[in-house]
């Protein structure tokens, strides 16, 4: 089993910065993607980020440039920095964390960030 508690989100204004958190706890292994995805009011969940173990990177085009995603191996804990927020990035974050071929898939509960105009 594995725990993931997502932290940060809150209200900013456009253009503003949030940072989230993701403390992972359980089977953690090498080889673990993790994730942040977000899912807007009557939109479907989207994946945002994405990073290996090794540190390699992936973005949704919506947002490259302006988030960037970091993995603490050490603390099992990963990290989302926002720049640059929209009006349009306002959505419920979540955490995941997976194993690719496998059941082992795992979300956090969500840190609802709202960005104002």
């Known amino acids: 089993q594995v725990q993931l508690l997502e932290s940060g989100g809150g209200l900013v204004q456009a253009g503003g910065s949030l940072r989230l958190s993701c403390a992972a706890s359980g089977s953690i292994f090498s080889r673990v993607v993790m994730g942040w995805y977000r899912q807007a009011p009557g939109e479907q969940r989207e994946s945002v980020a994405s990073i290996t173990w090794g540190g390699s990177t992936n973005y949704a085009d919506s947002v490259k440039g302006r988030f960037t995603m970091s993995r603490d191996n050490t603390k099992n804990t990963m990290y989302l920095q926002m720049n640059s927020l929209k009006p349009e990035d306002t959505a419920i974050y979540y955490c995941?964390?997976?194993?690719?071929?496998?059941?082992?898939?795992?979300w956090g509960k969500g840190t609802l960030v709202t960005v104002s105009s």
């Open positions: 995941n964390a997976r194993l690719p071929g496998t059941t082992y898939n795992y």
